[in-house]
């Protein structure tokens, strides 16, 4: 695969790396993801910063800390490339910050941290809003022909690579749910037991009794379970475990 405009194989392959998920995959390793493989996969791209936008609040990477602070300048002084890109949904090219004159004091910001050309690109990616913003030391490092195509694979390949962390991320949570279901009934059974030998009733009964104290005194019926194991692990008795119904 030969370079085309912007697009080069390293970039190509950094970007299809992020679509494979692990036990490690986050937002934050996503947005680091994207900002490293800008600048290793872009020529002429000195540094990049990534923002995921969700619900009105935004995680932010970037690859040097001075880019970090002017991305989140944008806000505070109401202007910038970033900003721009959210609010109209299309791409946004700064070719020289030395000739800006929509943004001035992001201008000045821009050049105090070494910065001559900048390029933002928004992508929407369902629920959330991604702009990656890539960033040059030399005026024109982004030919204004080759920001459709890259602005196309990059589409392509965030929809890919945040779907599949956010699908991860919800199995992943459903798992650690099911995990501690599985945990609450086998606590529940234990304290049921428990009951039972001490009793001398059915499976049935036993459970009604940890409902009835557990509604009475307004906790969940596996934390009061959880009691009672460990305090009959302790050797103190069923009685002593369980508060009475009728205690204030």
Not at 107 to 132: D, F, H, Q
């Amino acid at each position: 695969m030969e370079t085309t405009g912007l697009i080069t194989p390293a970039l190509a392959r950094e970007l299809a790396a992020l679509g494979r998920v692990s036990e490690d995959t986050s937002s934050e390793s996503v947005l680091r993801g994207f900002t490293a493989s800008l600048v290793g996969g872009v020529p002429g791209c000195s540094g990049g910063s990534a923002e995921l936008w969700r619900d009105d609040r935004v995680l932010l990477s970037a690859s040097h800390s001075e880019l970090i602070m002017l991305a989140e300048s944008e806000d505070v002084i109401g202007e910038g490339p970033a900003r721009e890109a959210r609010a109209t949904g299309g791409h946004v090219m700064i070719p020289d910050v030395l000739s800006e004159r929509r943004w001035p004091r992001y201008a000045g910001m821009a050049t105090r941290c070494g910065v001559r050309s900048v390029l933002a690109i928004p992508i929407v990616a369902e629920p959330a809003l991604l702009v990656l913003v890539l960033f040059s030391v030399r005026p024109g490092a982004f030919p204004t022909e080759a920001v459709t195509p890259l602005s196309q694979m990059l589409t392509e390949q965030a929809t890919v690579a945040l779907g599949n962390m956010w699908d991860f991320e919800e199995m992943r949570t459903g798992a650690a749910q099911m995990q501690e279901a599985l945990a609450g009934r086998a606590i529940i059974d234990q304290a049921k037991g428990i009951i039972m030998q001490a009793n001398g009733c059915s499976a049935d009964e036993a459970f009604d009794e940890l409902r009835r104290v557990s509604q009475h005194h307004q906790v969940k019926v596996a934390d009061l379970a959880r009691l009672l194991v460990n305090e009959h692990r302790e050797g103190k008795g069923v009685n002593q475990s369980m508060p009475a119904a009728g205690a204030g």
